[in-house]
């Protein structure tokens, strides 16, 4: 497989005026749903600002490395962060909760990864009252108040989306151009949910790029499944004129067995030639339902193409063991990490801006390299 790295950048760096922190009366931490964690010694100068960092939950090892990178900054920067989240991805009133009831605190600060990005506007506008800023990573928030979120720190997700499109093409583009109306392939794509906007971005960016892809080869796709995805996608036709069908499956709560269940119903059909799991939940949720299935594989004359996002063991090893072909992963430790940084430079008084972070390719041929390694959390 060649070897593809790919820099994926923001569109675009807002700027913003800043605001004056600090002086604030520490609060103790607050148990979460999932976990609390505090930074423990500081390496730095102890500049007395408490953070609060919201997390989507601690249910994949994707979030426990974000709050290494927390840690981390803490310890360097002398500052505190308390860092919790729900216990799923999908208890999204829960978050807004968490949310509401940190602003009540007044901290210095606030970290946030919006499980919904439309479900905390009413919450960053009222942050924005508090006078509290509040930096946002791993997705942004569209439409948020203006003023309210001072940078944000993640990936371009639709460029990372496309990535995965990208490498999984060639792979099996001999089915793609030999395919017919009457004889068509289907791509599968199981997505967390269709709330979150950097996972809408991804799962969004998989398909127009998959759309291009096979248009550019001569052939018509249709898309079928969840209807957000359905009604975003530009340049699809009807089912019965298509030669390829994307399929994308939404699981009805961000969990393994429920990701499973909808690759299961991908994987089963016989059209069915290559899947995608956009984030580490869905990924391997598609290596679960192989195991049932055993139909994953790495020559698309053998079986279904496997390409996943993130990392973690299961994908790792599913790589290695010739059942995906590749995936794509993010740095979630360095988020965490600048996420801290950016909060403290806003206390300072210092300028911030959005904060691009890269995305990686990786297979058999590259894991072990310097630039994917770190990112290759378990």
Do not use: H
């Not at 479900?119 to 569209?142: E, H, N, R, Y």
């Not at 036709?237 to 393994?256: D, F, H, K, S």
């Not at 698309?300 to 993130?310: L, R, T």
């Amino acid at each position: 497989m060649k070897k593809k790295i790919v820099a994926v950048l923001l569109s675009a760096a807002m700027v913003f005026s800043l605001a004056a922190c600090g002086g604030k009366e520490e609060k103790p931490a607050e148990s979460g749903a999932a976990e609390s964690t505090e930074s423990a010694e500081k390496g730095g100068e102890d500049k007395g600002y408490t953070f609060e960092v919201i997390v989507k939950s601690f249910q994949s090892t994707y979030w426990q490395a974000a709050v290494q990178g927390i840690e981390k900054a803490c310890g360097e920067l002398g500052v505190t962060a308390n860092s919790n989240g729900p216990a799923n991805e999908s208890d999204i009133a829960d978050q807004v909760q968490m949310l509401d009831d940190v602003i009540e605190k007044k901290p210095d600060g606030i970290g946030l990864a919006a499980c919904d990005t439309n479900s905390v506007k009413k919450s960053l506008q009222a942050a924005l009252d508090a006078g509290i800023p509040v930096v946002c990573f791993d997705t942004g928030v569209d439409d948020a108040p203006e003023g309210a979120i001072y940078a944000t720190v993640a990936t371009d997700n639709e460029a990372a989306g496309a990535v995965a499109a990208e490498n999984m093409f060639p792979v099996i583009e001999e089915q793609i151009k030999a395919a017919t109306t009457d004889k068509k392939v289907r791509i599968g794509e199981v997505n967390q949910d269709a709330t979150a906007q950097n996972i809408q971005q991804r799962g969004q960016g998989f398909i127009n790029k998959m759309v291009e892809l096979c248009t550019e080869a001569g052939k018509k796709v249709a898309v079928v499944g969840n209807e957000f995805y359905v009604n975003a996608t530009e340049g699809k036709v009807a089912e019965a004129e298509a030669e390829v069908i994307i399929e994308v499956g939404v699981p009805a709560q961000t969990t393994v067995d429920l990701a499973s269940t909808e690759a299961q119903k991908i994987m089963s059909k016989e059209d069915t030639i290559a899947i995608f799991g956009s984030n580490q939940t869905t990924a391997e949720g598609v290596i679960t339902a192989n195991q049932t299935l055993n139909k994953l594989n790495t020559d698309p004359a053998k079986g279904i193409i496997g390409v996943g996002f993130d990392a973690g063991t299961p994908q790792k090893e599913a790589i290695t063991n010739g059942q995906f072909i590749g995936s794509v992963t993010q740095s979630p430790l360095m988020m965490g990490y600048e996420t801290i940084y950016t909060l403290t430079d806003i206390c300072d008084g210092k300028e911030v801006s959005d904060i691009p972070m890269d995305g990686y390719w990786y297979n058999t041929e590259n894991m072990e390299d310097a630039e994917i390694a770190p990112n290759l959390y378990d």
